[in-house]
């Protein structure tokens, strides 16, 4: 979209097709104060400049560096940091990881030669499993991947219902969904369609549960609430359990099973 006086223009639904991100990603973004569109037309439609579109690459950049969402808000409006800075941190992990790597390679090479001598000294496998460590440190994140058979249904449920943050949905040339993400407190979810080559199917297809997700909330009585309230479909209430938790469990839209905690005391009460 584009304005004849001025600089090039895009509705939210431009934004959503060119960036991959949901309009509801875009909408939620906008809810926790980190985007906010540059003008509302009269039909209400959301309209983001230039200005806007480098917001967004920020905030995609500081996600991708592993920062929190309450990070990033405090990050986008500290006045020392810019779009520069935050790329340029960027490129500084990039080089770090490859610097690290480079160093495992030149190890592995030599500890190979010298192994027609022998078995590697202590000194050369304490240095290897330094460097994998560092390795390790600078390239892993833990994310939780889930199977489902209709992805962007699943992802708007668990929005809708549970309160999760939405995220990226993606499809291939065909409009088929191929990958699905959320934001669950400090934890990312990826969703991934069925596999008969890597014996993926959704709990849907098998008739049982293929996982069970525990998330730690504030309030599991709230949270249970607002569920129920929302077309949650509840196993089981908020209820004591034996290992130290007050905790509700509900399934998803294809039965994937969800448990909503939060510890207690030794005396059994909330902490």
Known sequence: MHDHDSEPRWRIGEVSARTGLTARTLRYYEELGLLRPSERLVSRHRIYASEDLQHLYRISLLRQLGLPLTDIARKLYDSSGDLSDTVGRHIGQVDQRLAALGRHRERMITLRDSLSDGSPTDEELLGMLHEMAEIDHGLSQRLTLLVYNDIEAVHDHLVAVFGFGPGTITRDESGNVVHGELHVGDGVIWMHPPSADYSLASPETLGASTHCMAVMVDDVDRHHERAVAAGA???????????????????????????????????????
Do not use: C
């Open 233 to 271: 479909a509840i196993v089981y209430p908020p209820r004591n359990m034996t290992y130290g938790f007050l905790e509700y469990a509900a399934r998803d839209l294809e039965g994937g099973l969800w448990s909503f905690m939060t510890p207690l005391n030794s005396e059994g009460d909330l902490l």
